[in-house]
């Protein structure tokens, strides 16, 4: 497959990198900049180096994709939009490009199902209270893909952030936090 990585350089996209390439597949590195990814030239990788205000790049980058993975992040504690306005770039550009299969990041803690009693009743309360305006954008976020007609899904990461191994699987869905676009 030629898969688009959107968010390369960051903790999980550079996982999600190195995995897919691990697998076989063709990878297209999307970046800022491209001295922060952390994966090595090889074989089946290619690095595009395209900002989010620049659509015609994006658009190259995943012009020849057989599916894209948005890995796209942003640190605030404040109210956010970038997680849906993103998504509405990348939907967009698939959609003018033909592609149709999309893995987003989304975060559990947004969502309570398959929950036991105690995560439901007092740890997501309390940490969707901390994080209320990033886990807004998220569901925002999924609220775009899912509108874009994308056939794909929504996933927790399982991979440390930190650039320690991964600890589970990538672009699986998470147990609790699956929303899958169709
Ligand atoms: N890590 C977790 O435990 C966790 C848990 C739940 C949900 N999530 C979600 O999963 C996603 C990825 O998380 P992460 O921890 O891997 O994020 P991260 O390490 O902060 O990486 C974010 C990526 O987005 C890129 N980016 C940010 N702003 C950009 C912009 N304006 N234009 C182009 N690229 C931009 C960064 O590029 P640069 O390197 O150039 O800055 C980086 O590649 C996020 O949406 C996050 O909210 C993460």
Do not use: Y
């Not at 030629?2 to 970046?31: E, F, S, Y």
């Not at 020849?64 to 939907?91: E, I, N, W």
Request: hydrophobic share 45%; proline share 5%.
């Amino acid at each position: 497959m030629n898969i688009t990585v959107l968010g390369a350089t960051g903790g999980t996209g550079r996982h999600v990198v190195a995995q897919a390439l691990d697998a076989g597949h063709r990878v297209t590195a999307v970046v800022r900049d491209p001295a922060r990814l952390a994966v090595p030239p090889q074989e089946g990788l290619t690095v595009a180096t395209a900002g989010l205000d620049d659509r015609a790049a994006v658009l190259q980058a995943v012009a020849d994709a057989d599916a894209v993975v948005d890995a796209l992040g942003v640190h605030t504690s404040g109210p956010t939009t970038f997680r849906a306005d993103t998504a509405r770039l990348v939907t967009s550009v698939m959609r003018d490009a033909g592609v149709r299969r999309l893995v987003v990041l989304s975060a559990s803690g947004a969502h309570s199902d398959g929950d036991s009693a105690p995560v439901r009743l007092l740890v997501k309360p309390v940490l969707g209270w901390f994080l209320r305006h990033h886990f807004a954008d998220m569901l925002a976020m999924e609220e775009v893909v899912r509108a874009s007609g994308s056939t794909g899904r929504s996933s927790c990461p399982r991979c440390s952030p930190t650039g320690r191994p991964p600890a589970g699987s990538v672009a699986g869905s998470g147990a609790t936090c699956a929303a899958r676009t169709r």
